[in-house]
């Protein structure tokens, strides 16, 4: 139930009874976007499923061994490789900086 001034969340569009009084608007029995007939101005891309994510929205989730940027990239996210990197990254910038700023502590 929402105040009659304001529309209901997602539009009248995103339920299937919308009905208003004096004082309020009841929106009843949000619909599922995903199973519309009407085309989404967002279609999930290839490699993803739609799943609805609140009245009038929809959210594309990547299926199986797909992840990544419009579902793209097959198999797991390559963890190990995205460790080692970051962390040789940040004990190398650590290490300048810490050589660095000692040498500027020894000097008077």
């Given amino acids: 139930a ?13 339920w299937q009874d919308v009905t208003v009084d004096r004082s309020s608007r009841l929106c009843q029995g949000q619909r599922n976007p995903c199973n519309s007939s009407e085309q989404l101005a967002w279609p999930c891309p290839e490699n993803s499923e739609c799943a609805p994510d609140g009245p009038g929205l929809v959210q594309c989730r990547c299926e199986g061994p797909f992840h990544g940027y419009r579902c793209l990239r097959e198999g797991t996210f ?20 810490w050589g660095s700023q000692r040498r500027k502590a020894k000097s008077p």
């Fill in 2 to 14: 929402v105040p009659a001034a304001l529309e209901c969340p997602g539009g009248s569009d995103a």
């Fill in 78 to 97: 390559p963890m190990l490789l995205f460790g080692g990197i970051l962390g040789a990254a940040t004990v190398s910038l650590s290490l300048l900086l």
